[in-house]
């Protein structure tokens, strides 16, 4: 059985770095195909895809948060961790990540979410 | 970048209407559109893959058409559960930028 579930602090000061983690169980990062992804969405707002890692460490961004976005993993620990560098009351959202299975493919399973608010 | 455009943005149904939802990439994706439904508070949901794929699980009146640049999620007869928003997400770009559309809503009437 698959399942993701997202950690992290609930409020960050604008400007700081957030980190995030995701744990998952079911699945291994190492098999060929597997890729995490992490999305947000603002309260009341669309989704909006921020970043993947996958099987083979290729790692991938959104364009316009490439300068801020760090995606990395500890297959060892089933973790998936993404900082976001300067952060900004505009970031304020709910944090998922996700599992695809190939490179092309959807995203399958959903962690819960976390709601991160940014605020001073 | 590709952009996506849902519309409506949101809708009212009865229970047992046939309900369509239409989605258009701002260029072609080929088959690479995927439908996610989200309850509120809830995470997003895998309908339909690759267009027309119907995810392991899901009811059968949910169903997915297109190719290129126009598709549509079609629902055949709207059931209480279905009172939801819905997402179409390209998985088309390389490399990988997963854009998703503004969403619809698809409440009671």
């Known amino acids: 059985q698959v399942t993701l579930r997202e950690s992290g602090p609930a409020l960050v000061k604008p400007t700081q770095t957030l980190t995030l983690t995701c744990t998952f169980s079911g699945f291994s990062l190492s098999t060929n195909g597997m890729c995490v992804s992490w999305i947000r969405q603002p309260p009341g707002k669309a989704l909006e895809w921020l970043a993947r890692?996958?099987?083979?460490?290729?790692?991938f961004y959104r364009t316009s948060l490439k300068t801020r976005l760090t995606v990395s993993k500890d297959p060892s620990k089933n973790q998936v961790v993404l900082t976001m560098t300067n952060v900004d009351p505009v970031d304020t959202a709910t944090y998922y990540c996700?599992?695809?299975?190939?490179?092309?493919?959807?995203?399958?399973?959903w962690g819960q979410g976390t709601l991160v608010t940014v605020s001073s | 970048d590709i952009q996506m455009t849902q519309s409506p943005s949101s809708l009212s149904a009865s229970v047992g209407d046939r309900v369509t939802i239409t989605c258009r990439a701002s260029?072609?994706?080929?088959?690479?559109l995927n439908w996610y439904q989200q309850k509120p508070g809830k995470a997003p949901y895998l309908l339909i893959y690759d267009a027309s794929s119907l995810q392991s699980g899901v009811p059968s009146r949910f169903s997915g058409s297109g190719s290129g640049t126009d598709f549509t999620l079609t629902i055949s007869s709207l059931q209480p559960d279905d009172f939801a928003t819905y997402y179409c997400q390209q998985s088309y770009s390389v490399p990988p930028d997963l854009t998703f559309g503004g969403g619809t809503k698809v409440e009671i009437k």
């Open positions: 890692i996958d099987w083979d460490d290729d790692k």
């Open positions: 260029q072609s994706i080929s088959t690479y």
């Open positions: 996700a599992l695809g299975t190939n490179w092309r493919g959807p995203l399958h399973f």
